[in-house]
Protein backbone atom coordinates (compact mmCIF):
# COMPACT_ATOMS: atom_id res chain seq x y z
CA UNK A 1 0.00 0.00 0.00
CA UNK A 2 1.38 3.77 -1.09
CA UNK A 3 0.67 6.24 1.18
CA UNK A 4 -2.29 9.03 0.34
CA UNK A 5 -1.54 11.60 -1.07
CA UNK A 6 -2.47 14.91 0.69
CA UNK A 7 -3.93 16.41 -2.07
CA UNK A 8 -7.72 15.18 -2.92
CA UNK A 9 -7.58 16.41 -6.32
CA UNK A 10 -4.45 14.57 -7.29
CA UNK A 11 -4.66 11.34 -5.15
CA UNK A 12 -7.79 10.96 -7.73
CA UNK A 13 -5.26 11.49 -10.61
CA UNK A 14 -2.78 8.95 -9.06
CA UNK A 15 -6.03 6.23 -8.68
CA UNK A 16 -6.68 6.70 -12.48
CA UNK A 17 -3.21 6.35 -13.27
CA UNK A 18 -2.88 3.06 -10.97
CA UNK A 19 -6.21 1.77 -13.17
CA UNK A 20 -4.77 2.57 -16.10
CA UNK A 21 -2.14 0.23 -15.35
CA UNK A 22 0.61 3.42 -13.70
CA UNK A 23 3.07 2.62 -11.17
CA UNK A 24 2.80 5.20 -8.40
CA UNK A 25 6.02 4.76 -6.55
CA UNK A 26 6.13 7.62 -3.69
CA UNK A 27 9.61 9.22 -2.45
CA UNK A 28 12.67 11.02 -3.93
CA UNK A 29 14.24 14.19 -3.13
CA UNK A 30 12.65 16.89 -4.85
CA UNK A 31 8.53 15.67 -5.14
CA UNK A 32 6.19 13.10 -3.87
CA UNK A 33 6.88 10.86 -5.92
CA UNK A 34 6.70 9.82 -9.51
CA UNK A 35 4.78 7.54 -11.82
CA UNK A 36 5.58 5.39 -14.18
CA UNK A 37 4.29 3.93 -17.64
CA UNK A 38 3.59 0.64 -17.64
CA UNK A 39 5.03 -0.14 -20.91
CA UNK A 40 8.19 -0.84 -21.38
CA UNK A 41 9.73 -0.58 -24.57
CA UNK A 42 11.49 1.36 -27.05
CA UNK A 43 8.45 3.07 -29.13
CA UNK A 44 7.11 4.26 -25.83
CA UNK A 45 10.84 5.47 -24.38
CA UNK A 46 10.00 4.93 -20.74
CA UNK A 47 12.44 6.02 -18.84
CA UNK A 48 13.02 8.90 -19.99
CA UNK A 49 9.38 10.75 -21.62
CA UNK A 50 6.93 8.72 -19.91
CA UNK A 51 7.57 9.34 -16.05
CA UNK A 52 6.23 12.00 -14.74
CA UNK A 53 7.33 13.92 -10.75
CA UNK A 54 3.80 14.24 -8.19
CA UNK A 55 4.51 17.10 -6.56
CA UNK A 56 3.59 17.24 -2.51
CA UNK A 57 2.02 20.83 -2.85
CA UNK A 58 1.62 22.24 -6.14
CA UNK A 59 0.49 25.84 -6.34
CA UNK A 60 -2.45 24.52 -8.33
CA UNK A 61 -3.30 20.92 -7.37
CA UNK A 62 -6.36 20.98 -9.57
CA UNK A 63 -4.23 21.69 -12.51
CA UNK A 64 -1.31 19.24 -11.28
CA UNK A 65 -4.01 16.34 -11.22
CA UNK A 66 -4.86 17.66 -15.04
CA UNK A 67 -1.21 17.32 -15.89
CA UNK A 68 -0.98 14.00 -14.83
CA UNK A 69 -3.92 12.40 -16.65
CA UNK A 70 -2.42 13.74 -19.58
CA UNK A 71 0.79 12.22 -19.18
CA UNK A 72 -1.53 8.91 -19.47
CA UNK A 73 -3.03 10.19 -22.52
CA UNK A 74 0.09 11.54 -23.85
CA UNK A 75 1.98 7.87 -23.70
CA UNK A 76 2.65 6.63 -27.03
CA UNK A 77 1.34 3.04 -26.41
CA UNK A 78 -1.70 4.06 -24.23
CA UNK A 79 -2.40 6.12 -27.53
CA UNK A 80 -1.85 3.16 -29.53
CA UNK A 81 -0.16 5.58 -32.14
CA UNK A 82 3.72 5.14 -31.86
CA UNK A 83 5.88 7.91 -32.95
CA UNK A 84 4.28 10.97 -30.86
CA UNK A 85 7.76 11.46 -29.64
CA UNK A 86 6.81 15.92 -30.30
CA UNK A 87 3.88 15.18 -28.03
CA UNK A 88 6.02 13.84 -24.73
CA UNK A 89 8.84 17.18 -25.95
CA UNK A 90 6.20 19.66 -25.28
CA UNK A 91 5.19 17.67 -22.27
CA UNK A 92 8.47 18.24 -21.12
CA UNK A 93 9.31 22.13 -21.80
CA UNK A 94 5.35 23.07 -20.56
CA UNK A 95 6.82 21.26 -17.27
CA UNK A 96 10.03 23.09 -17.27
CA UNK A 97 7.98 26.62 -17.93
CA UNK A 98 5.65 25.55 -14.94
CA UNK A 99 8.69 24.75 -12.50
CA UNK A 100 10.25 28.07 -13.16
CA UNK A 101 9.09 30.48 -11.40
ZN1 LIG B 1 4.51 5.40 -22.04
Redesign the pocket.
Known sequence: MRPVHPKKEIERSLRYLEQQGWRVEPGGSHAWGKVF???PGER???GE??ICCVWSTPRCAELHARQLCRVVEH????QGTPGQNEVHQNRMSEKRRTTDG
Open positions: CPYCRCFCCAIH
